[in-house]
């Protein structure tokens, strides 16, 4: 084959590339991950969401957090996936399929799960949904469980204010 016959070819699949939207896997999240956390979003609120593939609430709330930080991008969403480090190609999915791809992302890089929980917060169990509430003073409220629209522009209220 010519240069010139394979030329349309190879300009056709580096256009492809170049313009599909890659994301970025989620970050590793190992012992004193969370402590980065905090230190990145010094003085600023934000909302950490952790949640997993294998619970179905977390998994049904995702279309709720894509249109809050749709109707909200200001507000800093940070996701954080309490799988094992083998389920990044998953995670990642559902992050896509989701239109959370593009915020911050970061996942379980430790088998050790029960250390990353308590790094985060001793009183939690590791139940999920697990969503914390940060204001810029970093104090900060914990809620288990799915969340209503309501829930979410309330705990917003107390944490924007």
Request: some cysteine.
């Amino acid at each position: 084959m010519t240069l010139k016959k394979l030329f349309p070819s190879l300009a056709f699949i580096l256009l492809t590339a170049f313009n599909s939207p890659a994301h970025a896997a989620p970050a590793a999240f190992a012992s004193g991950s969370y402590r980065q956390i905090l230190a990145n979003n010094a003085n600023k609120p934000f909302m950490l969401v952790v949640w997993s593939i294998n619970c179905p609430s977390c998994l049904k709330d995702m279309e709720l957090l894509s249109s809050i930080h749709k109707i909200k991008p200001e507000l800093k969403m940070i996701m954080l996936a309490a799988d094992e480090p083998s389920a990044t190609e998953q995670i990642q999915q559902i992050l896509e399929k989701n239109q959370l791809a593009e915020i911050e992302n970061w996942a379980y890089a430790d088998d050790n799960t029960q250390k990353l929980q308590f790094e985060i917060d001793p009183k939690w169990y590791g139940e999920l949904p697990r969503t914390y509430f940060f204001d810029k003073a970093h104090q900060r409220t914990g809620v288990s469980g799915v969340l209503s629209k309501e829930d979410y522009d309330e705990m917003f209220a107390k944490i924007l204010k």
